[in-house]
């Protein structure tokens, strides 16, 4: 079977720096995907670790630890239009299982 | 942005009746699938197809039966639609040469009701 566990709720402000976790347990393991959505919009890819270590791709990083089934999203500079819930997704050679998401809330 | 759409985009239903939702793409990608949303559950896999008549089944697929006779083209049906099946429903579509299928562009959505 598959596992995923993201906190459900995150809270931050403006201009700061938040990480949202991701452990799995899964099978057929390739890499850790992670998805945003806006309120009544859909997914958008945002980020992907095949490999060990941080992918940085602008105010976003992702980390990935194959040893540990962990990875991490890492949001700098928060902004406002950060607001939003963010996926992680283990991807193998079957459709992508997505969990319940983490919804991050961005304050003033 | 990926060229998928779906139809329709809202849809109000009364218990019983049948709906059949709609998914189309221009990528001419391999892959496609069916996923509900709903508060407190993210997103949940109905179906995906991996070619024309190639279909199988998701983690939440009673009730649902989908068909693919168009690379193009992914069918939702409900065949008698319940109350449970209130939700957003989302359709994905994705590419691979590598076998790992881990960017998937999704639709903007169908919201169905059912009364």
């Known amino acids: 079977g598959q596992s995923l566990e993201q906190p459900s709720e995150v809270t931050a402000v403006e201009g700061a720096i938040v990480q949202i976790n991701c452990t799995y347990q899964t099978s057929g393991f390739y890499g850790l995907s992670w998805y945003q959505q806006h309120d009544g919009g859909a997914p958008t890819f945002l980020s992907y670790?095949?490999?060990?270590g941080l992918e940085e791709t602008g105010r976003f990083s992702s980390f990935l630890s194959r040893s540990d089934s962990y990875g991490y999203l890492l949001l700098q500079e928060l902004q406002m239009k950060d607001s939003a819930s963010y996926f992680c997704?283990?991807?193998?050679?079957?459709?992508?299982?997505f969990g319940k998401g983490t919804r991050l809330s961005v304050i003033a | 942005d990926a060229g998928i759409t779906q139809s329709p985009r809202h849809k109000v239903t009364e218990t019983g009746t049948p709906v059949t939702l709609r998914c189309h793409q221009t990528?001419?990608?391999?892959?496609m699938y069916w996923y509900r949303q709903d508060p407190g559950h993210g997103l949940r896999l109905i179906h995906y197809s991996y070619g024309v008549k190639d279909t199988d089944k998701g983690e939440v697929s009673d009730g649902y039966s989908v068909s693919r006779s168009k690379t193009e083209d992914f069918l939702l049906t409900l065949e008698s639609a319940t109350s449970s099946q209130t939700s957003v429903y989302f359709c994905?579509?994705?590419?691979?040469?590598?076998?790992?299928?881990?960017?998937?562009?999704f639709g903007p959505g169908t919201r169905l009701t059912v009364t």
């Open positions: 994905a579509i994705s590419e691979s040469t590598s076998g790992d299928l881990y960017e998937q562009y």
């Open positions: 670790n095949a490999l060990d």
């Open positions: 997704a283990p991807s193998g050679n079957t459709p992508l299982v």
């Open positions: 990528e001419n990608h391999r892959y």
